[in-house]
């Protein structure tokens, strides 16, 4: 705990990083806790995982005093990051019992009106946040610290205005800390007009690079799925995340690798808060291995101990593919980041591969069993592939396929 005495925090919260078994800062922490606890405003690059949490909750933690109202702010793009920040704040604080309150919607919005005024940290999504300003049932009059977590992707999901308009009602005289993964034109806009002065401190990434093997699959559409299973079953992971882009190909996933016996759980906006919050939970304890899920979904989550991440749809920008990668790969653990693709995906490759940062190298295709899929799907499936996947699929064979060669003549183009 040295390495944290000397970045100035109090005895208080010392000693609740030791019950909870923190030994050394992280590098975002050592840079900038000394710069939060001094008042500074910070503009902070920094990728989930990398401890930014308790950077800008040491200040806010050091500096409240309960039952004096909503003195801190803290904006999130999303629910399960709004409740994994409001956790680790409960836990960084139970030595000063604040009341920290987690906003979002989907849930009852009066029994969120029944806390706030017994409430001094609230953590939210700016929609929520805007419905309880509209109704006058939220004052930031007296938030002396306002925090923009994972501010790219807030804006990346369209909330750039409801946080200019969040921003506009709170004091002037307050301490402003940004976070994000990259620091894009819209960051630096909001910076210059709502900081004072901002240090801007940049990270290396939490993913050890050297530990992290990147690759791909080029497969016929309809034999996708059978893909991933054989991958799953090969494996044999700890934890596994499957991206897609959409929640019906969340679900048609999800539903379908139960079938085949794979513990695996689905989560995306569509599901109702308290059971996504379950399931994180369950993976979290390792009770599933396989957790399904969007981009939206997933975003800022910080599960430790996951081992492969899979890319059943490829998303469009590399930014998101690396966001993806993130998860794996951490504190000088192995991992392996897999993409499966098809004709569909090769446009969004094409982009993701102009990203000299990134080497994904092409993967000989194994022989894998042909998995029947749900009738319903299928039938959907063939009016998207041409009727190909029907035919394909009653043949019910082990094959090798082209290993690679689409890809790699987009990628030289």
Known sequence: MEKFEKLGLSKGL????????????????????????????????????????????????????????????????????????????????????????AIYGGVDINQQIRKIPNTDIVVGTPGRILDHLNKRTLSLRAVKFLVLDEADRMF????????????????????????????????????????????????????????????????PAYDKFSLLVHLLKKDQTNLSMVFC???????FIANNLKKVGIN?????????????????EEFHQ??????????????????????????????????????????????GKEGKAISILSNKDYENFRNISRDESLTITPEELPEFKIISLQTDFRENRDNRFGGRGRQENKKNFSGRRNSGRNVQSIRRR
Do not use: W
């Open 14 to 101: 010392l000693e609740v990083l030791n019950e909870f078994g923190f030994k050394e800062p992280s590098e975002i922490q050592e840079k900038a806790i000394p710069l939060a606890l001094a008042g500074r405003d910070i503009i902070g690059g920094s990728a989930t995982g990398s401890g930014k949490t308790l950077v800008f909750a040491s200040p806010i933690i050091e500096n409240l005093k309960s039952n004096n109202g909503v003195q801190a702010l803290i904006l999130t793009p999303t629910r399960e990051l709004a409740e994994q920040v409001t956790k680790m704040i409960r836990k960084f604080s139970n030595k000063k019992e604040l009341n920290v309150l």
């Open 156 to 219: 990346d999901m369209g909330f750039y205005r409801d946080v200019e308009r969040i921003l506009s009602q709170c004091p002037r005289e307050r301490q402003t800390m940004m976070f994000s993964a990259t620091i894009s034109n819209n960051i630096d806009h909001l910076a210059k007009k709502y900081t004072k002065n901002p240090v801007e401190i940049s990270v290396n990434s939490y993913v050890d690079h050297s530990k992290l093997k990147q690759t791909y699959y080029d497969v």
């Open 264 to 280: 695996s759980k689905a989560i995306h906006g569509g599901l109702p808060q308290n059971k996504r919050i379950k399931i994180l």
């Open 286 to 331: 390792k009770k599933i291995s396989v957790l399904i899920c969007t981009d939206v979904a997933a975003r800022g989550l910080d599960i430790k101990g996951v081992s492969h991440i899979y890319n059943y749809d490829l998303p469009s920008t590399s930014e998101d593919y690396i966001h993806r990668i993130g998860r794996t790969a951490r504190a």
């Open 245 to 251: 882009q959409t929640r019906r190909n969340v679900d």
